[in-house]
Nanobody
């Protein structure tokens, strides 16, 4: 089973940027779509952005125009560039394999993003 490790979170002021990384333990991007999810305290986990095997991207309305998703197949890593961050973006961010908008694999530790002044 592939393992996914998220990193890159932290504390940032409103309007700031972060780049999240999701490193896979082996080469899987030829076989799976990938997604970034987030879960804020007291809320359900939601899909933020997805990228297909062929590189097509999709976004939640909250992420459109601010959080481009990309991948580096040679490095087995998926990225989420987070720009113009808002306090409501505060959450734990996770990556996972994706099918029809739903997560396929088990969840990792995630990476905490806190947007606060």
């Amino acid at each position: 089973q592939v393992q996914l490790v998220e990193s890159g979170g932290g504390l940032v002021q409103p309007g700031g940027s972060l780049r999240l990384s999701c490193a896979a333990s082996r080469s899987i991007f030829r076989f799976y779509d990938m997604g970034w999810f987030r879960q804020a305290p007291g809320q359900q986990r939601e899909l933020v952005a997805g990228i297909t095997k062929t590189g097509r991207t999709t976004y939640a309305d909250s992420a459109k125009g601010r959080f481009p998703i990309s991948k580096d197949s040679a490095a087995n890593t998926v990225y989420l560039q987070m720009n113009s961050l808002k306090p409501e973006d505060t959450a734990v961010y996770y990556c996972n394999t994706l099918r029809a908008g739903a997560a396929l694999g088990s969840w990792g530790q995630g990476t905490q993003v806190t947007v606060s002044s």
